[in-house]
């Protein structure tokens, strides 16, 4: 008999308050596990579906991006890897159905978009990860958007790649994704957060509240060869300021990966941006994303050379404390992820 199943439920369209009700206990298919969450981490799509009611078409919908917690049953094609009660984290998908959507206390993660968590981690640490890995991944070395070599190598020394936001969550794991890969990083964050993107592997730290902050850039730029850039923020104004940056820097690649949908209509200066939504998802998780999953991630936090980056802050315990969590986000955090036990 299926263990009973509660969730955080939207009920409706913008509805500014999700409450915890009974949801159905998915099932496992093949290339993919539930596992009995323990914690989740919070993410602007979770504030953004839920305030704007974009992409969502049914309710009641669940949320939730970001899960860790102990694998409870394994679909086919994945016994190998992974068993009964191994602790694990994994990156959900609220818009692809309830099956697959963090909020809840069972949820399905498809591979290859899981891994194990080292003993010496905790839940709270190993959830700040999924989504921000896997986007700045997508960003930095699929094929269609910048398409670096991936880590561990060192196919980049000697290039630089621009990375704006680098104190987020998407930042803290390109920054030390592109430096395993042996890229110099340029990094654009706030001045407090310096000392945490350089611990990661930035080799430069700009302000990007400094008014000069694009001739300081272009200058230091200066005899480099720059590969592109990855701005995590993907707003206008960032957009901006990285197109005048690398369209006045002779050796630079023109090109910006981004992250917001319609962000290519920022584009300026003979620069081109491209977004992760025009990645084919098939081909890059059953290569590049399988490899960096089920390879380099487990061995780079097994011996501690990829870091649980930013810190967890640690809002509540239980489902009915991810609404207040989904509040605060909204209106702004800085070089932490907010996370919820359960």
Same mark, same amino acid.
């Given at each position: 008999?299926?263990? =009973?199943? @509660?969730?955080? !439920?939207?009920?409706?369209?913008?509805?500014?308050?999700?409450?915890?009700?009974?949801?159905?206990?998915?099932?496992?298919? +093949?290339?993919?596990?539930?596992?009995?969450?323990?914690?989740?981490?919070? /993410?602007?799509?979770?504030? !953004?579906?839920?305030?704007?009611?974009?992409?969502?078409?049914?309710?009641?919908?669940?949320l939730?991006?970001?899960?860790?917690g102990?694998?409870?049953?394994?679909?086919?094609?994945?016994e190998?890897?992974?068993?009964v009660?191994?602790?694990?984290?994994?990156?959900?998908?609220?818009l692809?159905?309830?099956?697959? +959507?963090?909020?809840?206390?069972?949820?399905?993660?498809?591979?290859? =978009?899981?891994?194990?968590?080292?003993?010496?981690?905790?839940?709270?640490? $190993?959830?700040?990860?999924?989504?921000?890995? @896997?986007? $700045?991944?997508?960003?930095?070395?699929?094929?269609?958007?910048?398409? %670096?070599?991936?880590?561990? =190598?060192?196919?980049?020394?000697?290039?630089?790649?621009? *990375?704006?936001?680098?104190?987020? +969550?998407?930042?803290?794991?390109?920054?030390?994704?592109?430096?395993?890969?042996?890229?110099?990083?340029?990094?654009?964050? +706030? &001045?407090? @957060?310096?000392?945490?993107?350089r611990s990661l592997?930035a080799?430069?730290?700009?302000?990007?509240?400094?008014?000069?902050?694009?001739? /300081?850039?272009? &200058?230091?730029?200066?005899?480099?060869?720059?590969?592109?850039?990855?701005?995590? *923020?993907? &707003?206008?104004?960032?957009?901006?300021?990285?197109?005048?940056? %690398?369209?006045?820097?002779?050796?630079?690649?023109?090109?910006?990966?981004? *992250?917001?949908?319609?962000?290519? $209509? /920022?584009?300026?200066n003979?620069?081109?941006?491209?977004?992760?939504?025009?990645?084919?998802?098939?081909?890059?998780?059953?290569?590049?994303? &399988?490899?960096?999953?089920? #390879?380099? %991630?487990?061995?780079a936090?097994?011996?501690?050379?990829?870091?649980?980056?930013?810190?967890?802050? *640690?809002?509540?315990?239980?489902? #009915? @404390?991810?609404?207040k969590?989904?509040?605060l986000?909204?209106?702004?955090?800085s070089?932490k992820?907010?996370?919820?036990?359960?």
């Amino acid at each position: 008999m299926a263990p =009973s199943n @509660n969730a955080l !439920l939207l009920n409706a369209k913008q509805d500014p308050v999700m409450t915890v009700g009974p949801a159905p206990y998915p099932t496992a298919g +093949s290339g993919e596990v539930i596992i009995r969450t323990a914690a989740v981490a919070m /993410n602007p799509a979770d504030w !953004l579906l839920q305030q704007t009611g974009m992409l969502i078409s049914e309710y009641p919908a669940i949320l939730g991006c970001d899960a860790a917690g102990e694998v409870f049953e394994v679909g086919e094609g994945l016994e190998d890897q992974f068993k009964v009660g191994d602790r694990v984290f994994g990156a959900a998908g609220p818009l692809t159905g309830y099956r697959t +959507s963090a909020f809840q206390q069972y949820v399905v993660i498809k591979a290859p =978009s899981i891994a194990k968590i080292p003993d010496a981690a905790k839940y709270s640490e $190993a959830v700040v990860l999924p989504l921000g890995f @896997n986007t $700045a991944a997508s960003c930095l070395f699929a094929k269609e958007t910048l398409g %670096l070599e991936a880590p561990p =190598s060192k196919a980049g020394q000697g290039k630089t790649v621009l *990375i704006w936001g680098a104190s987020s +969550s998407l930042g803290c794991c390109g920054v030390q994704a592109a430096a395993l890969a042996g890229y110099d990083i340029v990094a654009f964050a +706030s &001045k407090a @957060n310096h000392d945490l993107v350089r611990s990661l592997g930035a080799k430069a730290c700009f302000d990007y509240h400094d008014t000069d902050v694009v001739q /300081n850039v272009v &200058k230091d730029l200066q005899g480099k060869e720059v590969v592109g850039a990855f701005d995590c *923020i993907s &707003k206008p104004e960032t957009l901006g300021v990285l197109c005048e940056i %690398l369209a006045n820097t002779p050796n630079a690649r023109k090109l910006i990966a981004a *992250i917001q949908p319609g962000a290519e $209509a /920022n584009a300026k200066n003979d620069v081109e941006i491209r977004t992760n939504f025009i990645v084919d998802q098939a081909s890059y998780r059953g290569t590049v994303g &399988k490899y960096l999953w089920e #390879e380099f %991630l487990p061995s780079a936090l097994g011996d501690g050379t990829f870091r649980y980056k930013p810190d967890p802050e *640690i809002v509540g315990h239980g489902l #009915e @404390n991810v609404q207040k969590a989904v509040d605060l986000l909204s209106k702004g955090v800085s070089a932490k992820k907010l996370v919820v036990t359960l």
